[in-house]
């Protein structure tokens, strides 16, 4: 399927768009969003990447993470990825936004400015497998215990987000 993601500039100002497997081959900085779920209790929805994904296979993440598409607003991105990825659909909260640049061993290289969402839920999701090969509910506290102990289990921006937000 042919998507293109948006290329910004450092201060995050559009200025073109890419097909996305070339983006990322090139290491061009393009915007992004990471979605953060809590339950109630303050547990953190987390998944694991499906093991298709063409980086961080099987790697733990935030909820949900993508691209918004040309001339699409990132609220709306967001809501619908989050309910393509993993069925759900609550009201989010913009909270912040950073830039970070990490290369894999398959050549290719995300240079993203990611912004941070932030939604509640006492829903379970109900995962799109081509996406997402599971999921889990857990504490803020434990999730940084377990990245110090197996931090290749997780996404790079993940970590970021986590250590710099939450």
Known sequence: MYEEVILVDESDTAIGSMEKME???KGLLH??????IFNGDG??????RALTKYHSAGL?????????????NLLTAA?????????????????TA???????DNGLIEHEYDHIYVGVTEKDPII????????????????????????DKFTTWFKIALNKFF
Not at 43 to 48: A, G, I, R, T, Y
Not at 79 to 95: A, N, S, V
Not at 128 to 151: G, L, R, S, T
Request: net charge positive; with cysteine; aromatic share 14%.
């Open 31 to 36: 915007r992004a969003f990471s979605v953060f």
């Open 98 to 104: 950073f830039v970070y640049r990490s290369s894999f």
């Open 60 to 72: 733990w993440t935030n909820s949900c993470c993508s691209h918004p598409r040309p001339n699409e």
């Open 128 to 151: 799109n497998k081509e996406e997402v090969e599971a999921y889990a509910w857990k504490n803020i506290d434990a999730i940084k215990k377990e990245i110090e102990i197996f931090p």
């Open 79 to 95: 809501k619908r990825r989050l309910f393509e990825e993993m069925g759900l659909d609550t009201e989010l909260i913009y909270k």
């Open 43 to 48: 547990k953190l929805l987390l998944q694991q």
């Open 23 to 25: 983006a990322h081959k």
